[in-house]
Nanobody
Framework: QEELIESGGGSVQTGGSLRLSCTSS????????TGWFRQPLGKEREFVAT???????AYADSVKGRFTISRDDAENTVYLQMNNLEVEDTAVYYC?????????????????WGKGILVTVSS
């Protein structure tokens, strides 16, 4: 069974940096649209960034210029480098992967989600 596994979360002060990693057992991430979402406490899940098969990134406006998504195909890992973190970035971050013509929630067509990892930014 294909799994997405996140790592690298933790606590940091405002202005600090963290790097999240997402690996997969059974799925070649470069073949799928893979990215990151986050869910602040008490709020809905929101898009953060994605990277496509051509390694082209897309970002939410709220993280542009601060976050960078990248991929290491040899390691089958997608990274989210988060710099200049703000208190508002505090959330559970999820790695997700889907086929291009399907929705993020369409698990019957291959969409997959990690269990999530907590990032806490304090002032």
């Amino acid at each position: 069974q294909e799994e997405l596994i996140e790592s690298g979360g933790g606590s940091v002060q405002t202005g600090g940096s963290l790097r999240l990693s997402c690996t997969s057992s059974g799925r070649t991430l470069s073949n799928w649209l893979t990215g990151w979402f986050r869910q602040p406490l008490g709020k809905e899940r929101e898009f953060v960034a994605t990277i496509n098969w051509r390694a082209e990134p897309a970002y939410a406006d709220s993280v542009k210029g601060r976050f960078t998504i990248s991929r290491d195909d040899a390691e089958n890992t997608v990274y989210l480098q988060m710099n200049n973190l703000e208190v508002e970035d505090t959330a559970v971050y999820y790695c997700a992967s889907k086929w291009y013509t399907k929705s993020w929630s369409d698990t019957s067509s291959g969409a997959a989600w990690g269990k999530g990892i907590l990032v806490t930014v304090s002032s």
